[in-house]
C-alpha cells in the first residue's frame, strides 16, 4: 500500500514560480509517477509523468518548457517545479503511482494510488 501527500501549493502571481511535493508512505521507487490537475468544473488533467528511475520524463503540451518533473528516490519524494506561472494553471494538483510502464500515464486510469491533491492558484 502506498500513501501519497503532496504540498507546497499556494498562492502566487503570474510569471511567478512554486514548487510542488509528493511524498510517500512505502517505498514507490519502482513506480511511475504522475502528477495531473483539477480546474473547477474541469476534468482532472495529465501535467507531467517520470518513470522510476527518473530517466525518462514526459510533460503535457500546455507546461512543456515551464513545469520540471523530478524525483529523489531515497527520500520517496517527487516534486513538480512550476515556473513562469499563468492564471489558466489554477488548479488542484494531485500526484499519483503507478505499477504500469508505457504511454497510457497520460491517462489518470492507469494510476494506482492518488493523493488529496494541493490548491494552486495563479492570480493575474
Known amino acids: 500500500q502506498v500513501q501519497l501527500v503532496e504540498s507546497g501549493g499556494g498562492l502566487v502571481q503570474a510569471g511567478g514560480s512554486l514548487r510542488l511535493s509528493c511524498a510517500a508512505s512505502?517505498?514507490?521507487?519502482?513506480?511511475?509517477m504522475g502528477w495531473f490537475r483539477q480546474a473547477p468544473g474541469k476534468e482532472r488533467e495529465f501535467v507531467a509523468t517520470?518513470?522510476?528511475?527518473?530517466?525518462?520524463?514526459y510533460y503535457a503540451d500546455s507546461v512543456k518548457g515551464r513545469f520540471t518533473i523530478s524525483r529523489d528516490n531515497a527520500k520517496n519524494t517527487v516534486y513538480l517545479q512550476m515556473n513562469s506561472l499563468r492564471p489558466e494553471d489554477t488548479a488542484v494538483y494531485y500526484c499519483?503511482?503507478?505499477?504500469?510502464?508505457?504511454?497510457?500515464?497520460?491517462?489518470?486510469?492507469?494510476?494506482?494510488?492518488w493523493g488529496q491533491g494541493t490548491q494552486v492558484t495563479v492570480s493575474s
Open positions: 499519483a503511482a503507478a505499477l504500469y510502464e508505457g504511454p497510457l500515464l497520460i491517462r489518470a486510469y492507469a494510476y494506482d494510488y
Open positions: 512505502g517505498r514507490t521507487s519502482s513506480y511511475d
Open positions: 517520470i518513470n522510476w528511475s527518473g530517466g525518462s520524463t
